[in-house]
């Protein structure tokens, strides 16, 4: 089993919906998490970075965190085109000396 | 600010070349970490230098191999290329263990 399990997809929704990506650990020692955005032919971008539990918003974008079930998500409100890119979850903790643990990324498909 | 700078984008060898790649960082990041991506793999970490010192490994073969300068720009080397080293090269640079990465566009190493 893998230490980050995320479901590579592809999610195809329509323009505007809103959209639920997640990703399920098994290291409790985990304490940072990120999102991170990636187009084709370009690299991973930050688009979320959370420490320890709870949620954060900014713009379209919300990420929770769930330690206790050890279950993380990033929401997107009003889903745009644009936005059709694969979304990577990675996270990092004192016990993997802070290296980023990396889900495999979905794929999201906005259709106008 | 300017982002991670890698170069060169594109690259084409054979097997059993070397070659060697660059990786600017954000200025004022002293951690570097290197990544191979594919499609079958997804992202992983090759390994992390920081102020001049590799500071984590990740499990590839001594082909691989990195060095970062005193200004922290990193580069990374791969000798003996191949076919399976056709990768997505990525760099990304930090302020330090618990803060967010970065990442360039990366470099396209073909082996034919």
């Known amino acids: 089993q893998k230490e980050v399990e995320q479901d590579p997809g592809p999610l195809s929704v329509p323009e505007g919906a809103i959209v639920s990506l997640n990703c399920t650990y098994s290291?409790?020692?985990?304490?940072?998490f990120m999102w991170y955005r990636q187009y084709s032919r370009k690299g991973p971008e930050l688009l979320m970075y959370t420490y320890s539990s709870g949620n954060k918003e900014d713009g379209r974008f919300t990420a929770q965190v769930d330690k206790s079930s050890k279950y993380i998500s990033l929401f997107i409100r009003d889903s745009q085109p644009s936005d059709s890119a694969t979304y990577l979850c990675?996270?990092?903790?004192?016990?993997?000396?802070?290296?980023?643990?990396w889900g495999a990324g979905t794929k999201l498909i906005i259709k106008p | 600010k300017a982002g991670v700078t890698q170069t060169p984008r594109y690259l084409i060898k054979t097997r059993g070349q070397q070659v060697t790649l660059s990786c600017s960082p954000i200025s004022g990041h002293r951690s570097v970490s290197w990544y191979q991506q594919t499609p079958g793999q997804g992202l992983q970490f090759l390994f992390e230098?920081?102020?001049?010192?590799?500071?984590n490994k990740g499990n590839f073969p001594g082909r691989f191999s990195g060095r970062q300068f005193s200004n922290s720009r990193s580069e990374m080397n791969v000798s003996t290329l191949e076919l399976g080293d056709s990768a997505l090269y990525l760099c990304a640079s930090s302020l330090g263990q618990d803060q967010p990465q970065h990442f360039g566009d990366g470099t396209r190493l073909s082996i034919l």
């Open positions: 290291n409790s020692a985990f304490q940072y």
């Open positions: 230098y920081f102020s001049e010192t590799q500071r």
């Open positions: 990675a996270m990092s903790g004192w016990d993997s000396n802070y290296q980023l643990i």
